[in-house]
């Protein structure tokens, strides 16, 4: 039962957040099992300047249900001048009120270049951007779309 109430809470708190968020974004990631199976992921965050507040979630596809993700950091490091940076970000799950696992994203400009999952054992299970998968406009992801 309390894993029900946690739920509808973090549920509540991420449309709340998302009404007021000043930059949502929705990113598909596909990562591919030893036999070729594939691990589907919706990565969504959202950021509202206004209160310097970050929050986040993800769906794998199977099971379908949310997990809360809460921002941890992130690090920049600067090629060139006149080209965007890279950023490192770091986002940690909470499963059941508890840290568990981390996700980790690194980008320049938009270009997504690499995204992985830590567990909390230390496994490390890394994803590819899936583009085919990504629709934007409608907050979700299509699995249908391939890799």
Request: hydrophobic share 35%; charged share 20%.
């Amino acid at each position: 039962m309390k894993s029900l109430i946690f739920l509808a809470y973090v549920v509540l708190l991420i449309f709340s957040v998302h009404v007021n968020a000043e930059r949502f974004e929705v990113r598909c990631f596909t990562s591919l099992k030893n036999d070729g199976t594939p691990i589907n992921i919706k990565f969504s965050t959202m950021f509202v300047a206004s209160d310097g507040y970050r929050i986040g979630y993800v769906v794998y596809e199977k099971p379908n249900k949310p997990i809360l993700l809460y921002y941890s950091g992130r690090t920049e490091r600067v090629f060139e001048e006149d080209r965007p940076f890279e950023v490192t970000t770091k986002w940690k799950e909470i499963i059941e009120g508890k840290p568990a696992g981390e996700y980790t994203i690194i980008s320049q400009g938009a270009i997504v270049y690499g995204f992985s999952y830590k567990t909390k054992a230390g496994e490390v299970f890394d994803f590819s951007y899936n583009s085919k998968a990504t629709h934007a406009g409608q907050g979700g992801c299509n699995w249908n779309g391939g890799l």
